[in-house]
């Protein structure tokens, strides 16, 4: 069984948060393991989530879980080794619905931000 990767020393950034409403939706909700909350991005084309861990990291997989009816459509993984040009890893095409999806399967070596 996979690990999370997400530590205290993770650092995260995200592209938006509906209406600047961090008090109810911001990215603190991202990982707080709470079905009640979530992180909610303004509406619009490349909304993100980037984080940067404390050490390289290998990802074997990456499993999200989206709202129904507000699931982005395409997603994209992209990493970096520590002051690098981030690089697409993956594509993944979630569904559109509240269950917990690992969304790929994969070997990443040597990523700090994903």
């Not at 992180?39 to 993100?48: K, P």
Request: charged share 25%.
């Amino acid at each position: 069984m996979a690990s999370s990767l997400i530590c205290g020393e993770t650092h995260s950034r995200v592209s938006s948060v509906l209406n600047r409403d961090v008090k109810q939706y911001g990215k603190k909700y991202l990982f707080d393991r709470n079905e009640e909350t979530c992180w909610n991005s303004d509406q619009g084309e490349c909304q993100w989530v980037c984080l940067e861990f404390p050490q390289s990291v290998k990802v074997s997989e990456l499993k999200v879980q989206f709202q129904g009816g507000f699931s982005a459509k395409t997603c994209r993984l992209d990493g970096c080794p520590k002051d690098g040009a981030f690089t697409e890893i993956s594509h993944f095409y979630p569904e559109d619905d509240n269950s917990l999806q690992i969304s790929l399967s994969l070997t990443v070596q040597h990523r700090t931000k994903i």
